[in-house]
């Protein structure tokens, strides 16, 4: 079902999501939506109830997974938080933009804010405060415009008539072609 790369079965404020790694095994999430400190004894049993009546296919996916399950949540810092400049210290990666998964950007942020911190000290060799601040002045519109792409995307992914939000910006950007089953 997920081929050589990447399977999205989304609806209503719960989805599954699975990607080909390079060894070949299949990673998959089974996102719910969830009260704050969901913990449940038998995830598997609970997300198996949660996804009844999707394709016995999908559900498998669930059923048939190896390794143990691991219930978490996903937290994410508002889009466009900063906060002011603070003598001898900043803040880079997750710790400064903490987004949901699905601008898949995050990782990808987090190097850029090392390369940009690195550039900006060395291009204040004698005035660290002066490369922090320079940095800052990069990182904060560049995290709140990621961070506010995962927060439209999760919120398309997830919406009432999932996966059509997903489905029309996929065929708007040209991304999709479809195949007759
Ligand atoms: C499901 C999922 C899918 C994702 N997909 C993508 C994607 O496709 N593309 C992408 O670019 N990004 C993706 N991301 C985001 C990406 O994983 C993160 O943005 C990235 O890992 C952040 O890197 P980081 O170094 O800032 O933080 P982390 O990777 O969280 O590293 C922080 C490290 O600090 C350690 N630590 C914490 N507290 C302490 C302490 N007190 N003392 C010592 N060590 C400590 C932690 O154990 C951890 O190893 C995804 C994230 C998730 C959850």
Do not use: K
């Amino acid at each position: 079902m997920a081929g050589p790369g990447l399977l999205l079965a989304l609806g209503e404020r719960r989805g599954l999501i699975g990607h080909r790694d390079a060894d070949g095994s299949l990673q998959v999430h089974a996102v719910l939506a969830a009260p704050d400190g969901w913990a449940p004894g038998d995830v598997r049993a609970e997300l198996l109830a949660a996804f009844a009546g999707w394709h016995d296919g999908l559900r498998s996916l669930i059923a048939e997974a190896g390794g143990p399950l691991v219930a978490r949540g996903i937290h994410t810092l508002p889009a466009g938080h900063r906060w002011p400049r603070t003598p001898g210290v900043t803040l880079l990666g997750d710790a400064a933009h903490l987004m949901a998964p699905f601008a898949c950007d995050g990782a990808n942020q987090a190097m850029l804010d090392g390369a940009e911190l690195a550039a900006a000290l060395v291009g204040h060799p004698t005035d660290p405060e002066a490369a922090l601040g320079a940095y800052e002045e990069l990182l904060f519109p560049r995290a709140a415009a990621t961070a506010a792409e995962a927060a439209a995307m999760f919120a398309v992914c997830f919406r009432a008539d999932a996966p059509r939000g997903l489905v029309d910006l996929l065929t708007a950007s040209g991304q999709l072609v479809t195949v007759d089953a």
